[in-house]
Every structure is written in C-alpha cells, then in structure tokens.
C-alpha cells in the first residue's frame, strides 16, 4: 500500500456546512430539478454543452437497451483505477461475454445458500450482541455483514486493520467510476489512495488461495482444480473479483441506508415489510425492499456516450437527434418515478408492476451479482425488522452520497418470534 | 381457410368475424356502439351464461395502422365491423341463441344490419354462412382458465366466497366447539353443494395437451393488486406490404409452433391475462358473392387482449416471459425499430397500433384473472373433501381436518399449477 496513513473517505470527507449543502443539493434540489425534467422535458439537450439529460421512464430504457448506439463511457477512468475488464465499462464485445461466462460459472446461482447462511449468521451474531439502543445500521451491521461475504464466500480474507481503508477504497472507488464524463484532478487524487488500499488485498488473498485453495471459497474454487482454468486467466479472474466486490460493497451500502430511510420516514412500508416479516415471506420483503429502494434509488444518473449519430425516441414519431460523442446522463431515479408509466409515483405500492423498477439496471448491463445483492439484503432487514427499529437518538451523517451513520434504536423482543 | 369450431384445447372457442360495413353507413355502425357502450348493460348477454368475452368494433380503413412512410394507405371503400369473442359449447348453439332469443335478435340486427350482404338472423341457415363466411381462423388463442366455462366459474366463486365467509366466522368466533363446527360446517356443506356439481377435475387448467401439474413460472405482479378492472385490447400491426408473404408466414409459423406447443406459452406467464388471440390477416374478405373490388395492400397481426390493471405492465411481463417471442413476432411487424431488443419498445410498438374498442363484454369484470384460477382450483379440490367418508371421524378430528384442509385451499400459488 502506498503512503503512511490508510486511506479514509469519510475523513476527508467531514461533516460540517459543506457536506450538509451538499445532501441539500442532492436530495432536494437535484431530485426535484431532474422530477421536474422527466415532466416536461424527459429528452433535454443542455444548452452550450455535449450533454442529453434522459429522465423519462421510456428514454431511459431506451437508452439501456441500445446498448451499440449508446456505449459506456468509463475507459479512462478504468486506467486511472489500475482495472482492465470491469464488466459494467465493457461495450458488447467477445471480452465481455467472456468475462460475463467467467463469472457467471464462479458465482453460481446455488451459491446464494451459501450466502444467505453467512449474511443470517453474521446479522444474528451482530445484533444478539448489540445493545437496542443506538446500532449503526450502516457502519455496526451492514458493513461488517458485507464484508463477511467478501471474506467467507469471495475467499478475500484481510487482516483487521486493512478492512476500513478496502470497504471505503471500495467506495471511493465506485464513485469515481460513475461519475460524469470529465476527470478532474481532484477525483484522480481521492481516487489513487483509495484504490491502492484495494488491489494489494485482493493480490494477497490470490496467492493465499493458490498455495491453500479453501473450495467453499468463490476464490478457493477457481484454485482448488490445481491449475486456474486457461479460459479465464488469473488476470480476467482478478478483475472479475474486483468487478464483484467493487459492484457489490458500496452499492449494497447505499441500498441498505436509502431503504432503511424511506421505511423510517414511511410508517405504511415499515407496516409493509415487517408484516412480511412475520409472516416468513422472504419473496414479499425483497418486494417492499425493491419498492422502497425505487423511492429513493441509490445513484441520480449514470453515464453513456452516443456512438454514432442517432436519436431517442425509436419507435415513435417524435425522434430527438443525437450527436455522436454526446453525452447522455441517463437518469433511474427520475425515470422510475415518471407519471406517464408509473401511476402515483411518489406512493409506496408493493403491488405495482415489479417491471417499472429498475433498480438494478435494465437489459444489457443488468446487474450480474443481483441474486447475491438480493439475499443479502433481505438477510439484514429481516434481522434488523424484527426488532422493530425507529430513529435512534443520534445524528445521522452521509459522505457524499452515501449513508455512513444511521442510527436506529432497537426492540427488545423479536416481533416474528 | 375458414374458421373450424373446436380448433384449441379448452372448453372456449374464439371466434373472430370481420364484416365490411355498408356504403355510407359506418358511422352508424359507430353511432350504434358509442350508444350501446353508455346505454347498454349486455345483461342479457350475460345472462346467456356462456359467453366469457365479446367486444364489437367499427374501425376505419383509412385509419388502419399505417406505421412506415412506406406502408401504403389502404384504399377499401368502406369501413369495417369487427366482433371478437369466446364462448362455450357449440358454435351452432351459439349462434342459433344470437337468433332465437328475441333481444339479442335484435341487437344482432341493429348492430349487423349495417353490414354489407348481413341477412338477418332469421333465417337461421343464411346467417350461419354469413358468420362463417366473415370469420377469421385464429392462429393463437390462449385462455388463463381454459377448462372452465362460465357457469364453472360462477359456480366456484359462490363457492370461494361461502368459503371465505365460513373462514371468517371460525376466525372471529372464539372457543367454538367442536359439535358446533360440525353443526356450521354441515350446513356449509349443503350450501355450496349444488354448485359443486359443474366442478372440473383434478387438474382444472388443463386440458388434453398440456403437462398435469406444471408449475408455470409467474412473471411480475398485479397492478393496484388487480383491483384495477379488466382493460380490453385490440391492436393491428402490419407485417409486411403485399405481395411479400415471406414474413407473414414465418410470423404465422411461430405463433402456430407456440399454439401447438405442450409447454406453457408466454401468456401464461402473465397473471394478470385472461385471453389472447393472434389472427393473421392477409385480405378482408369482401360481401359474399360479390367480386373483391380492392385487397388488402398488407399484411397485419390482430392482437385481441383482456387483461387486469395496465396494458404496459402486460405488455412488460410479456416481453419479460419471452423476449424472443416477441422479437420474433412483432419485432418483425413493419415500424418496429430496428434492433429494438427492449420492452421498452413492445409498448410503443403495440400502443400506435391500437385500435379503439367501442363495445366491450366480460362476465366476471369484478375478477381478476388469478381470482378466477384461485375459485377455480378451490371449487375443484372442494369435491375431493365432499368425497371422504367423515361419519365416523369426532367433531374436534374433523375441525382438526378442516383447519389443515383450509390452509391448503386457500394457498394463493396453487392458482398457477
């Protein structure tokens, strides 16, 4: 690792009036401009710029499903990160589909058994000994929680000390990665320190799994044949580790804290998923989970670049031109809340049409760890629901768009018990 | 190729009859049915007890789907009167009670009579042969409850609700005894059991071709939790402008290989569908005995739905439970964007083809589809209770029994098996 002092997000990122503007800006000011575009303007070329904002419902899932005329743009900052053949900055190539089948046969479907035992007795150990007043939701359970599958089912096992600058690396990290299209100085900066505390783990835990494969590991599995499989070189297997865990660990994050705030703030989804609770219906909680998360979604835009001249609007009469190299800042939060597909957009519906939530992509690019994301979700707020949680007496506090402390005072006794 | 009665494996048939409308008399034909959908109830329709589905529609040539610059207008000199619909028994029973009860004579002849060569339902021969004269072989008709007809499910919704009622009080009755329930319970029994007489048989879903006891994976849910009301849906895409025939066949051919199919087709993976039908068009047939003064200039697909909640959240579930299906079927039709791989563009496609539906007809517009599936199964598994010799079973053994019985009835994922 390089330089003295680990690298730290949340330090460099205090609290204090300049973080506060800025979830201000972010949560009132940017939702309701980008409400207010999907209204009247879902297709809007930002005047003197080289930039389409996308915020309808339909333009949205247009643009994912385009995917050869509206490519991702993260290249560049995929150099900057060291990271050759992270999966979502790959366009539809044979390399994709390679890394795609790679990973596709080392996280296997059966394994979200083995994922779910590990998230229920990580949760369990976690709040049994937890006193009810004031848990961190964020940084006492679901990060440890998280990080328990990195270690037990990745086979990325850390010393302690490494675990705090690998989690907020991991982060920092992935928000470089989605941001807009120009690289200032100041993100390579943040970002340099913050990936160097990544890569030497994941290196680490490699080469301990090539001289001692455990095969209940993702990582043990790849090893435990005695030579890693040609086909998928330890270079693709690198990156498809970090693509899991740099995909997994900041935004299981973010979802965990958004839906925990929309349940706090909203007693009819909080009545909503602790019924499911108790009634041991796991399928209708991941539903109320998904719903809540459609409310408050875990990122404003994410980034494409037009690949040739085209338009928006395919399949309809109203086409809106696009130049190519135009950047289009392509808007799930806003479009899942577009009136025109979404009736009441604002209201917490469980029975709405599970298709107008998009939140773990659409079509190409879909989110290849979601049944892992799911499972783990659904471990922790069965856990955390149980016990009934309200607001605890603390402050909570977000780094840049991430939760990072939330408190929540617990019940005693265990409601579905 | 006429439409042979019969043709699919339920206890419905569908049929589609398209009739030219009399010169200069279109616009009463749509006078008649903009009046008939405020004035009339069509209660005489349902009290026919065998007709699941009509609707009746007056759509202009002129304002045939026309969704490529270079599809070519029709040029037909008149309009067209368009009457779906499905029913029970024999398609000459049928069409004798479309004669023979006086009322419905009568609307026949008001809403017919402005069709071109209509000859009165009396007398009954010329009426047949003008029926199946303008009728339409239906390429693909799916039906969510095919081996129920209309007095099965009027009989197994008595049934399901004197159920529930009877659930309810042994709910909210505290320490009933057990010769108490026996003394309910019996008098449930004689209550619900002349409605048991038209009960299906152990697998009430399923008739001849398809696999007892499937499970059919259910995709997405019901909007508004299916309280929404049925939606009723006729759209027209065009395949291909005349005289190319290669992707109308090939469009046909997939239909029919799904139609033909013993594994569940994508319609059945939708909750929300009670029937559908597919019917490829190639020509209008003209007044029987007269020379065609004009043909069709292209082919086209006409889609007939009914269906609970939103046409999108169908039509995304479609997409969803076959994509290729769709590719291959309306991916095909002429205005469907080029590599529009997407539900996105599904929508779009099928909304400018709509065409409006004036007078339309369901016997159970209170019920969702999965209701009827739900009443359905509960009515058929209620013989097997009635069947078991209790005589000598005590009064808390049969309460025991009930309670356990119950729970198996009432379990909502039976109504997908």
């Not at chain 1, 992935?174 to 120009?182: C, E, L, Q, Y």
């Not at chain 1, 990156?239 to 997994?248: C, D, N, P, R, V």
């Not at chain 2, 209790?390 to 109504?415: I, N, Y």
Request: neutral net charge; proline residues 7%.
């Amino acid at each position: 690792m390089s330089g003295c002092v680990p690298f730290s997000l949340a330090k460099l990122n205090p609290p204090g009036l300049r973080q506060s503007l800025s979830d201000f800006f972010r949560d009132t000011v940017f939702a309701a401009l980008l409400r207010s575009l999907c209204r009247v303007r879902p297709v809007w070329h930002v005047p003197f710029t080289n930039t389409v904002w996308v915020t309808g419902f339909d333009a949205v899932q247009e643009v994912y499903a385009r995917n050869h005329d509206f490519e991702v743009p993260y290249a560049q900052r995929m150099e900057i990160l060291r990271w050759q053949g992270f999966i979502l900055a790959l366009q539809d190539t044979p390399e994709y589909h390679d890394m795609h089948d790679g990973i596709s046969r080392l996280w296997q479907p059966w394994d979200t058994a083995h994922v779910q035992e590990i998230a229920r007795a990580t949760t369990e150990s976690i709040l049994m000994t937890t006193s009810s007043e004031d848990l961190d939701f964020i940084q006492g359970l679901v990060k440890p929680v998280l990080m328990s599958i990195v270690e037990q089912h990745y086979g990325v096992k850390m010393p302690a000390r490494q675990r705090e600058p690998f989690f907020e690396g991991n982060l920092a990290g992935s928000s470089f990665v989605f941001r807009g299209p120009k690289i200032t100085k100041k993100q390579t900066d943040t970002v340099t320190p913050a990936i160097d505390a990544v890569w030497p783990v994941l290196d680490a835990a490699m080469a301990a799994a090539r001289e001692h494969p455990d095969p209940t590991t993702v990582l043990g599995r790849y090893y435990s044949g005695g030579s890693p499989d040609p086909s998928f070189t330890e270079a693709k297997m690198r990156s498809a580790l970090m693509t899991m865990i740099g995909g997994y660990l900041p935004t299981c994050t973010n979802a965990s804290g958004r839906v925990m705030d929309v349940l706090l703030a909203r007693p009819d989804a909080m009545h909503f998923v602790q019924d499911a609770v108790t009634a041991k219906q796991d399928g209708i909680l991941l539903t109320g989970i998904q719903e809540a998360l459609r409310l408050n979604y875990i990122i404003p835009m994410l980034w494409r670049r037009a690949a040739r001249d085209t338009y928006v609007g395919a399949g309809t009469t109203k086409h809106r031109a696009i130049r190519e190299g135009t950047n289009l800042a392509v808007s799930l939060q806003a479009g899942m809340s577009d009136r025109r597909r979404i009736k009441n957009p604002k209201r917490f519906d469980p029975n709405r049409s599970s298709t107008v939530r998009m939140v773990y992509g659409h079509e190409f690019h879909y989110c290849i760890g979601a049944s892992i994301a799911n499972t783990v979700l659904i471990e922790i707020f069965k856990g955390v629901l149980k016990r009934r949680p309200v607001h605890g007496t603390k402050k909570d506090r977000w780094v840049n768009a991430y939760p990072w402390n939330l408190w929540l005072t617990l019940s005693e006794a265990d409601v579905a018990s | 190729m006429r439409a042979a009665a019969g043709q699919f494996p339920s206890l419905q048939q569908p049929i589609t009859a398209i009739t030219p409308t009399r010169p200069g008399m279109s616009w009463l034909a749509w006078l008649l049915l903009t009046l008939g959908r405020w004035i009339a109830t069509l209660k005489m329709v349902s009290e026919l007890e065998f007709i699941h589905f009509a609707q009746w529609q007056r759509v202009r040539t002129k304002n045939l789907p026309r969704l490529t610059p270079d599809q070519p207008a029709e040029d037909f000199a008149y309009d067209f009167f368009v009457f779906t619909t499905n029913y029970n028994g024999d398609w000459d029973q049928y069409i004798d009670t479309f004669a023979r009860v006086p009322h419905i004579r009568l609307g026949m002849r008001l809403l017919w009579g402005t069709s071109q060569g209509f000859p009165g339902p009396i007398p009954l021969r010329t009426f047949k042969q003008y029926i199946h004269y303008h009728s339409y072989p239906e390429t693909l008709y799916y039906s969510a409850y095919p081996a129920s007809t209309v007095r099965n499910i009027e009989a197994a919704v008595a049934v399901k609700a004197e159920l529930q009622k009877f659930a309810n009080v042994s709910s909210t009755t505290k320490a009933e005894t057990p010769a108490a329930f026996r003394t309910r319970h019996l008098e449930m029994l004689k209550a619900i059991a002349p409605k048991l007489g038209s009960a299906p048989g152990v697998h009430p879903f399923t008739i001849e071709t398809s696999e007892p006891g499937e499970a059919i994976p259910v995709l997405g849910r019901l909007a508004g939790g299916g309280k929404t009301g049925q939606t009723l849906i006729a759209a027209m895409s065009p395949i291909e402008v005349k005289p190319g025939y290669e992707v109308t066949n090939e469009i046909a051919a997939r239909i029919a290989a799904v139609s033909e199919s013993t594994t569940p087709s994508p319609f059945a993976k939708c909750p929300m569908l009670h029937f559908a039908r597919l019917v490829v068009l190639d020509d209008l047939i003209p007044k029987l005995g007269s020379s065609p003064a004009a043909s069709l200039r292209t082919n086209y697909l006409l889609f007939v739905a009914a269906i609970d909640g939103e046409l999108d959240d169908f039509l995304d579930c479609l997409h969803a439970a076959d994509p290729k299906f769709v590719q291959d079927v309306w991916g095909r039709c002429l205005g469907y964007p080029e590599d529009g791989r997407g539900p996105v563009f599904l929508r779009r496609y099928i909304a400018r083809s709509l065409l409006p539906v004036q007078l339309p007809y369901v016997a159970f517009p209170e019920h969702t589809a999965l209701d009827i599936r739900g009443a359905v199964s509960i009515h058929a598994d209620m013989l097997d209770w009635m069947a078991a010799d209790r005589h000598s079973t005590s009064d808390a053994e049969l309460m025991a029994e009930w309670q356990s019985w119950l729970d198996q009835l009432f379990d909502g994922t039976r109504a997908f098996r």
